[in-house]
């Protein structure tokens, strides 16, 4: 299973790097994580960071595969009580696959577009962080977040958001995106599943067609 997920991971990154109307660039973002199966969550911030590439077939047709670091994922929770403070801090390597389309016509400076797709998961890191506080007296214990949490996740990914022209061929991009995890990744006998929701911001730079076509045009001048 590890594998087959590595290599379609492998596979997928090759391709789209290779296609002709490809592009690359970085991308961070914000996000709010929790999981099911859990009470009195609060807000739980994370921080992601990494890279996308994305295929265009046609004007208003593309597919993307992204690798990214989420940072503080997991959940926050006040259990049973107001001086029982639970914080699972969990940082996810992700790689969501995407099957994008692409509103308005190919000249268009803003282009908005919606997508969605699988997405693979690998826990590579973290803490489970519980604090008592009774006031004159606060007991705060750590343990590895793998002590209670499966090394992998599986999911889907659906989004919506913009591409909006730089200058030519240079994409910023904007994403609101939500994460709905398919597997059960505890090892207690309760049920959780992972959620979050995520924005961020990347710039795409072309490989390909693009590059040749703006190569061509600086070489004429």
């Known amino acids: 299973m590890k594998k087959l997920i590595l290599t379609a991971i492998g596979i997928s990154a090759l391709a789209v790097a290779s296609a002709q109307n490809s592009s690359f660039g970085p991308i961070h973002g914000i996000s709010h994580s929790w ?3 859990t009470d009195n969550l609060k807000f739980k911030p994370g921080l992601t960071v990494g890279k996308s590439m994305v ?6 047709w593309g597919v993307g595969h992204d690798i990214t670091v989420s940072f503080f994922e997991g959940y926050k929770t006040d259990v049973g009580s107001e001086n029982f403070h639970y914080t699972q801090n969990a940082s996810y390597i ?47 214990a ?10 992998w996740d599986l999911g889907a990914v659906a989004g919506t958001g913009f591409n909006f022209r730089v200058v030519p061929n240079i994409w910023l991009t904007a994403d609101v995106a939500y994460y709905n995890g398919f597997l059960d990744v505890s090892k207690a006998d309760s049920y959780n599943q ?7 911001l990347g710039l795409t730079f072309p490989i390909g067609t693009h590059m040749m076509h703006h190569k061509k045009a600086a070489e004429t001048k």
């Open 35 to 37: 999981m099911t199966g």
């Open 55 to 60: 295929y265009s077939f046609n004007e208003n």
């Open 94 to 140: 992700r790689a969501p696959f995407k099957v994008i389309h692409f509103f308005g016509a190919l000249g268009n400076r803003f282009r908005p577009k919606i997508y969605a797709g699988p997405s693979v998961g690998y826990l590579a890191w973290g803490t489970n962080r519980s604090v008592v506080d009774n006031g004159d007296v606060k007991n705060v």
């Open 142 to 151: 750590e343990t590895k977040v793998t002590s209670v949490m499966k090394r």
């Open 194 to 200: 992972n959620r979050n929701i995520t924005a961020s």
